[in-house]
């Protein structure tokens, strides 16, 4: 067995100053046993702090104070392994239930559990995976992997996303005070709202969230190909491809027309690829447009509803990010003075 050093750039030392790593096994080619993945916490020097074979991910790690990280890391450990049986009790009988009543009548919706119990993969790396013989089906916890990964990458993006564009229209508000306006004009005056047909309509709205996703790609590394890793965050703020204004300056008109992301997509279409939130090309986000538009109606009403304010204490409102289970969010939850607007104001 090999194994393949993550988090080297950490740097994390111990009390002792003893320099720690999450370190992830490879299986030797042909070995024919072991885990797929299991992990081993260890100092860099080789010395074992612990190890577990039942390992879903290598953790992306927060460092902490030295002394912690050892602590933090198995904390996120047994956050990791705990939460994966909850889900396989959660979502096992539900998929169970739905191989069971699969009829073979083809009537009714096709859904993402359904493709994955269609799906034949190869029996193992080695075997010709061309023929029929060779492959399976997926096993139920590998099911309950993927459903996992697909539910939980996708909300925490989405998630991560609603909380950057209001912690910049809280640190903006001129930007917030502008999108109020855009929305209040946009709103059904009985009721107040903006239907879900209107939110795509709205170019402030649109602008707001591109320049959330340019500035804070929830996914900021994308990987093409096994050597090839995208930098997202880097691509939407390069000087070189934004060059109106300084890059790291949050400033949504620069999706509005005559702006020089005018025509900017969340997916790079045929152009230039100025920004990649989704990535890009035969492996972009399926999910791209209905993120934009559950991005859309949580900030349009948060921002409808509610003014947005830097918090009374010290009035800042602190942008770094951290990586989290799947996606980059904002290192300390977002803190901000929330007041409902008056009647008045909502007309
Ligand atoms: C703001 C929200 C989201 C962001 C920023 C985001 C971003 C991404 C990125 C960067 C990728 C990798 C694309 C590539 O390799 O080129 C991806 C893949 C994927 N996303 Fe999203 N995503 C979001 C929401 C969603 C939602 C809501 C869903 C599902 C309903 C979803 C489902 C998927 C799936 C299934 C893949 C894998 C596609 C493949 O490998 O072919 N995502 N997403």
Not at 80 to 94: D, H, N, S
Not at 123 to 142: K, V
Request: proline share 6%; net charge neutral.
């Amino acid at each position: 067995m090999k194994t393949e050093h993550e988090g080297r750039k950490g740097g994390s030392r111990n009390a002792e100053g003893r320099k720690t790593c999450v370190t992830r096994y490879v299986p030797e080619p042909g070995s024919g046993s072991g885990p797929d993945v299991a992990a081993r916490l260890c100092f860099s020097d080789g010395g074992i702090i612990g190890e577990r074979d039942d390992a879903i991910l290598p953790l992306r790690h927060r460092c902490r104070a030295p002394g912690e990280v050892e602590a933090a890391h198995w904390r996120q450990w047994r956050y990791l392994v705990t939460t994966r049986r909850r889900l396989a009790k959660l979502f096992g009988p539900v998929i169970a239930a739905r191989r069971r009543s699969r009829g073979g009548d083809g009537v009714g919706i096709s859904s993402y559990v359904d493709s994955l119990l269609d799906l034949r993969v190869p029996n193992n790396a080695d075997a010709d995976g061309e023929s029929p013989s060779n492959r399976r089906a997926l096993r139920d916890d590998e099911v309950v992997r993927l459903v996992w990964e697909f539910l939980g990458s996708s909300t925490e993006a989405v998630v991560a996303c609603v909380e950057w564009a209001l912690a910049r229209l809280v640190t903006e508000p001129e930007v917030q005070k502008k999108l109020h306006r855009e929305l209040i004009a946009a709103g059904d005056q009985r009721k107040g709202q903006v239907s879900d047909e209107r939110l795509q309509d709205l170019p402030y709205l649109r602008a707001v969230i591109l320049e959330s996703l340019r500035l804070h790609p929830p996914l900021p590394m994308i990987v093409c190909e096994v050597r090839f890793l995208f930098n997202a965050e880097e691509i939407g703020r390069d000087a070189k491809a934004w060059t109106d204004t300084d890059p790291d300056e949050f400033r949504p008109e620069r999706f509005l027309p005559g702006g020089e992301g005018e025509d900017v997509s969340p997916v790079p279409e045929d152009k230039e690829i100025k920004m990649m939130p989704f990535g890009a090309g035969r492996r972009h986000c399926p999910g791209a447009g209905l993120s934009m538009i559950h991005v859309g109606c949580f900030v349009a009403a948060l921002v409808r509803e509610f003014e947005w304010a830097p918090p009374a204490d010290d009035g800042s409102v602190d942008l770094t990010a951290i990586n989290a289970l799947f996606v980059k969010v904002m290192a300390s939850l977002l803190r901000a003075r929330i007041t409902a607007r008056t009647v008045q104001s909502q007309s």
